[in-house]
């Protein structure tokens, strides 16, 4: 299947490309198997295998082999390093960093990206997203989500704004703002428990 063109940053090839991206550089320290990137960027195995040859090409990242699986991590070294992470931070990081700093926040059931971001993934234009909207669904403590939602601020380099929603007022929707909210794009985060 053909990929379509980037829609956060023109100079990535493709959404797939900047979230496999995203997946390898904020989180540096760790490998990752194809099917592993794959799942994360939601395409095929043979195109985050294409992607990720295409980044080896480009020695962005590196593998190891561990018989036939291929692990994969970004490459420090590189000259550009910092730069790419830069962009990769402030453009895909968001669907990579807010898992991981999420994750564990106590009675935290759903979480979602709404508004620019979400909307530019979704593939609808509009204006660059100057910040991520983020939407926090259950009855969780909300200064340990706060937290987590400032720590996601800071590696990605840009401003989180966050509401809090419960469980009841989330699956009723009886309210404009989650009207609103649920009528256009959404990204689920995935939380880990």
Do not use: C
């Amino acid at each position: 299947m053909k990929q379509q063109p980037a829609q956060l940053f023109p100079l990535i090839k493709s959404d797939a490309q900047g979230l496999i991206l995203a997946r390898l550089f904020m989180m540096q320290d760790e490998g990752f198997g194809i099917s592993e990137l794959a799942e994360f960027s939601g395409v095929s195995v043979p195109t985050a295998m294409r992607e990720v040859d295409r980044l080896l090409d480009a020695h962005l990242v590196t593998q190891k082999h561990f018989g036939r699986t291929r692990v994969i991590q970004v490459n420090a070294l590189h000259e550009l390093y910092e730069s790419v992470k830069k962009i990769i931070a402030y453009t895909y990081g968001p669907a990579a960093v807010l898992p991981i700093a999420l994750a564990g926040v106590d009675g935290l059931e759903k979480a979602y990206i709404y508004g620019s971001w979400a909307a530019r993934l979704k593939r609808q234009r509009g204006p660059e997203p100057k910040d991520v909207d983020l939407i926090l669904v259950g009855y969780m403590n909300r200064i340990e989500a706060s937290r987590a939602a400032s720590t996601a601020e800071r590696l990605l380099d840009r401003e989180i704004n966050v509401q809090f929603v419960s469980n009841s007022e989330w699956e009723k929707g009886e309210s404009g703002f989650i009207q609103t909210v649920k009528s256009r794009p959404l990204v689920e985060i995935p939380i880990e428990k």
